[in-house]
């Protein structure tokens, strides 16, 4: 017996939320991490931050497709195809979010990590809502 097979702790790992906020959090230390390794060489903050996203959200699919929405991956062929596409333009949306307002906030003179952590929360809820009720439903 491992402590993820306590009943309380089981409970939790089958809230699909759960899962999706773990897995968002991997994909996010991806992401930022690629955020701040390009700042830190010079590379402009949208563009840094548009590189990040673009990374991140590879690992998020791994992960959403394994771990999240396993039961809700579509089997092969052209679903699993269409599936793919939507989650992707999931992604575009959500980095078109997060390059606004890393853009925005860094055009109004404001520190473009703090304007990334707050994309970082309207992004998530953005695609959250879009994965639950569009791409794996």
Do not use: N
Not at 38 to 43: D, E, Q
Not at 78 to 87: P, Y
Not at 89 to 114: E, F, K, N
Request: charged share 15%; with cysteine.
């Amino acid at each position: 017996m491992t402590v993820l097979d306590i009943a309380p702790l089981h409970r939790i790992r089958q809230i699909v939320l759960v899962r999706y906020i773990l897995a968002s959090v991997g994909a996010l230390a991806v992401d930022m991490g690629t955020f701040l390794a390009l700042l830190s060489a010079g590379v402009p903050p949208v563009a840094a931050s548009a590189l990040g996203y673009g990374i991140g959200i590879m690992v998020h699919w791994i992960l959403s497709s394994r771990k999240v929405f396993a039961d809700q991956v579509a089997e092969g062929g052209i679903a699993r195809t269409r599936q793919k596409a939507m989650f992707v333009v999931s992604a575009l949306i959500g980095l078109g979010v997060t390059t606004l307002i890393v853009g925005g906030a860094s055009a109004a003179g404001l520190d473009p990590r703090a304007a990334k952590l707050c994309a970082i929360v309207v992004s998530f809820a953005v695609t959250w809502l879009l994965r639950k009720r569009v791409v794996f439903r």
